[in-house]
């Protein structure tokens, strides 16, 4: 009698922690991946509409920067250098400024933090609270900021909050621009709450946004919402911390999310991290209004802030794409196709999908019934398309495959989309 049968993935069942999620989606051993095809052990393709949660906005080992990579570690150059000076970080930081910041006309300060995008975002909130001496930081309902207990504090999902196991304090959540839907200015309740010294609303350190939602179910902010929150915060003299971790660096077809968005002020505080790298290195930065730089030497720390692989392909990757404008039109070209297909599947079955949403190459369709997402996501995975969900309950489909996928296979994946969607909901 065979008491224990080995599968492929059975090595993981066994010696990894049960906190693993992708994976129980996706049942299969990856082994290689070129743009946007991920290719398994046994040598099935899938298209790749997820790329690396926002990771890998310019798909899977593009060779270009794998080469800028191969020259760097052929070459003996130095890898690891906290914060001390090398050849690498010096390139990445001229490159920042003269392809990115002095173009747009933006002046910060780059700040390296730890290499995750949670770790950008708690050097912000730290940067926040020292510069006004304010405890409170407001954040939106279905933001998402990441796991560590300060960014935690500002994310939106119960069932994450709960992982904390402490107290999450010095944070007030607000309604998001859709939270209640069309005919709602959210910012009326913010402004009115500032203005009314019995609201019980402390006057907070800062405000952190996503101008799109990405976790929280792809949520998109206005260019107007945008506009009179960056407002209303400097009149207040609360800072706007922007998290441009997964929107950010092409995915809405600019590289700041919201640089089309005509604000009024700059955003206080940037948060990058995600696709900067272009390679799936762990790399972030936050971006500081030079006023705000106050640390002190090594007042905020952490070993792996010199990354210099990530230098080196975050550096190649602003060159690769970021000296003119093909990515962007070709993100909206990509974004039209994505839409028009959600729109139809939309159009096709209104009483199972109540909308469709998104941004550039962030589209989800509502599902009126989570349990819908899940079923498509799953046989559209049996079909060799890899797709996740988002939102609270998990109700949305969420398109994010790399900004850059060739048009045919993007088609290819949406077509897998469809029909996955038409036979879960024909049984
Ligand atoms: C992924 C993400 C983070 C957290 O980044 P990690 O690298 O997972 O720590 C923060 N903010 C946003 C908007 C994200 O999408």
Same mark, same amino acid.
């Given at each position: 009698?065979?008491?224990?049968?080995?599968?492929?993935? %059975?090595?993981?069942?066994?010696?990894?922690? =049960?906190?693993?999620? $992708?994976?129980?989606?996706?049942?299969?051993?990856? &082994?290689?991946?070129?743009?946007?095809?991920?290719?398994?052990?046994? +040598?099935?393709?899938?298209?790749?509409?997820?790329?690396?949660a926002?990771? #890998?906005?310019?798909?899977? !080992?593009?060779?270009?920067?794998?080469?800028?990579?191969?020259?760097h570690?052929?070459?003996? $150059?130095?890898?690891?250098? #906290? %914060?001390?000076?090398?050849?690498?970080?010096?390139?990445?930081?001229?490159?920042?400024?003269?392809?990115?910041? =002095?173009?747009?006309?933006?002046?910060?300060?780059?700040?390296?933090?730890?290499?995750?995008?949670? !770790?950008?975002?708690?050097?912000?909130?730290?940067?926040?609270?020292?510069?006004?001496?304010? /405890?409170?930081?407001?954040?939106?309902?279905?933001?998402?900021?990441?796991?560590?207990?300060?960014?935690?504090?500002?994310?939106g999902? *119960?069932?994450?909050?709960?992982?904390?196991?402490?107290?999450?304090?010095?944070?007030?959540?607000?309604?998001?621009?859709?939270?209640?839907?069309?005919?709602?200015?959210?910012?009326? /309740?913010?402004?009115?709450?500032?203005?009314?010294? +019995?609201?019980? #609303? =402390?006057?907070?350190a800062?405000?952190?946004?996503?101008?799109? *939602?990405?976790?929280?179910g792809?949520?998109?902010?206005?260019?107007?919402?945008?506009?009179?929150?960056?407002?209303?915060?400097?009149?207040a003299?609360?800072?706007?911390?922007? %998290?441009?971790? /997964?929107?950010?660096?092409?995915?809405?077809?600019?590289?700041?999310?919201?640089?089309?968005?005509?604000?009024?002020? *700059?955003?206080?505080?940037?948060?990058?991290?995600?696709?900067?790298?272009? $390679?799936?290195?762990?790399?972030?930065?936050?971006?500081?209004?030079?006023?705000?730089?106050?640390?002190?030497?090594?007042e905020?720390?952490?070993?792996? @802030? +010199?990354?210099?692989?990530?230098?080196?392909?975050?550096?190649?990757?602003?060159?690769?794409?970021?000296?003119?404008?093909?990515l962007?039109? +070709?993100?909206?070209? @990509?974004?039209?196709?994505?839409?028009?297909?959600?729109?139809?599947?939309?159009?096709? $079955?209104?009483?199972?999908?109540?909308?469709?949403?998104?941004?550039?190459?962030? *589209?989800?369709?509502?599902?009126?019934?989570?349990?819908?997402?899940?079923?498509?996501?799953?046989?559209?995975?049996?079909r060799? #398309?890899?797709?996740?969900?988002?939102?609270? @309950?998990?109700?949305?489909?969420?398109?994010?495959?790399?900004?850059?996928?060739? =048009?045919?296979?993007?088609? &290819?994946?949406?077509?897998?989309?469809?029909?996955?969607?038409?036979?879960?909901?024909?049984?």
């Open positions: 009698m065979v008491l224990y049968a080995p599968t492929p993935t %059975d090595t993981f069942d066994r010696l990894e922690s =049960e906190v693993r999620s $992708y994976c129980r989606g996706w049942p299969t051993v990856f &082994k290689t991946g070129q743009g946007a095809v991920l290719t398994d052990e046994d +040598g099935r393709d899938f298209i790749d509409f997820f790329a690396g926002g990771a #890998l906005n310019y798909g899977h !080992n593009p060779p270009e920067i794998r080469q800028a990579l191969i020259d570690i052929s070459a003996g $150059y130095v890898t690891h250098s #906290l %914060d001390m000076m090398t050849v690498a970080k010096r390139d990445f930081l001229e490159t920042l400024s003269s392809l990115i910041l =002095e173009p747009r006309g933006l002046d910060y300060k780059v700040m390296f933090p730890g290499p995750t995008g949670t !770790n950008a975002v708690e050097a912000a909130l730290k940067i926040a609270r020292k510069v006004t001496g304010r /405890q409170s930081v407001a954040y939106f309902t279905n933001g998402f900021h990441g796991m560590t207990l300060g960014a935690l504090a500002v994310t999902n *119960q069932y994450k909050r709960g992982g904390a196991g402490v107290a999450l304090s010095d944070t007030v959540a607000l309604p998001f621009e859709t939270f209640f839907g069309e005919g709602v200015d959210t910012l009326d /309740q913010l402004e009115a709450m500032l203005a009314d010294q +019995g609201s019980g #609303l =402390e006057l907070p800062a405000v952190i946004v996503e101008t799109v *939602q990405a976790e929280g792809v949520n998109v902010a206005s260019p107007e919402w945008m506009r009179r929150l960056s407002a209303m915060c400097r009149e003299g609360v800072l706007l911390i922007v %998290d441009d971790i /997964q929107v950010g660096c092409g995915r809405t077809g600019t590289f700041f999310s919201f640089e089309d968005m005509d604000l009024p002020y *700059q955003p206080d505080l940037i948060c990058l991290s995600k696709s900067l790298s272009a $390679y799936g290195v762990p790399f972030s930065i936050v971006l500081l209004d030079p006023r705000w730089d106050v640390f002190a030497p090594g905020h720390n952490g070993t792996f @802030r +010199g990354h210099n692989l990530a230098f080196v392909t975050a550096a190649a990757a602003l060159r690769e794409w970021w000296t003119d404008g093909a962007s039109s +070709g993100v909206a070209d @990509r974004a039209l196709l994505v839409n028009i297909e959600l729109e139809r599947m939309r159009d096709a $079955y209104p009483d199972h999908f109540t909308e469709v949403r998104g941004r550039g190459m962030i *589209q989800g369709i509502v599902c009126a019934d989570p349990s819908l997402a899940d079923a498509v996501c799953a046989l559209a995975f049996e060799g #398309l890899l797709v996740e969900t988002a939102g609270p @309950r998990g109700e949305v489909i969420k398109i994010l495959a790399p900004v850059n996928i060739d =048009e045919a296979l993007l088609a &290819k994946g949406l077509g897998i989309l469809r029909s996955a969607v038409d036979d879960v909901i024909a049984k």
